[in-house]
């Protein structure tokens, strides 16, 4: 089924004293989708997975792995490196997959087929500490694919690589999203996200800014500042808009993305054909692409 839920996160909320690390979070994974979040550094995407992992406990909120709360059995459908699993330096890669293996009782069948589809086949005798950084990486990626899981879970997984690891790891990832796994990873790099994601949320300071489609995220449409005398009606109407999408909303000032060949007499025209009414519309010359990266910026 294409519209599958995989996970589904409803009002997330975990403050650390007075910091919100994660804001009434709202979000939907779908099977297949390779789902980007991206953020700033801080904005909460550790920390959202960290929670959806059952490995913190939110404040408030819900989610939902599969459709159903999460359970032991659940969390053997995902592999995940949130933290990169401790690898001994004197063992090779099939020693420390074995011992990987038995920590998650799954057998040692699949271990080879696990080294060859993340390039590591020919180096599979040889110790750990001789590995590159990517190869390190590339060893935790097939850790985590041990006993198949259905969904994949990745935190900045190219962080610290050269260009060519970095190629590498985008090149695997692509490749196992063509077996049909689902695929959640967190980046600061819009690139990475535009690269190897299929769907984003934009998070900053633990809320969510955008979630859709990254094409639409990063076509030449329009973006736009509204206000609306009914501002729930707006936001009705916008959810049954295929061209339209509310990218942000502070107080009741909305930023709504446009798809490339939109205008903004467009957008009013649809908007009064709904019972609308708008009291402000600027055209803010901007793509939710440089949205992001002016977001960035400020936190640079
Ligand atoms: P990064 O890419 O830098 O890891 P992130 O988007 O993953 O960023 P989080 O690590 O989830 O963000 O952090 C969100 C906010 O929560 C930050 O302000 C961070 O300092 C704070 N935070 C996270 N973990 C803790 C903790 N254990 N104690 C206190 N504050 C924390």
Redesign the pocket.
Known sequence: MVDESILSIQGLSKN??S?K??DALDLEIKKGQVFGLL??????????LSIVLGLIKPQNGHFKWFGKPVTAATLRRIGSILESPIFYPYLSATDNLKIIADIKRVSYDSIDEKLAMTGLLERKNHHFKTYSLGMKQRLAIAAALLGNPEVLIL??PTNGLDPQGIAEIRGLIIDIAKEGKTIII?S?LLDEVQKVCSDVAV?QN?KCLYSGKVDFMTGDGLLLEVMADKPELLIAALENCQWATISSREKDHFLVQLQKDNSASDLNRYLIDQQVVLNHLTTKHKTLESHFLALLKNKA
């Open positions: 650390y004293g910091i690390a994660v953020g700033p550094n801080g904005s909460g995407k550790t920390t959202t935190d900045e967190a600061h998070l633990g």
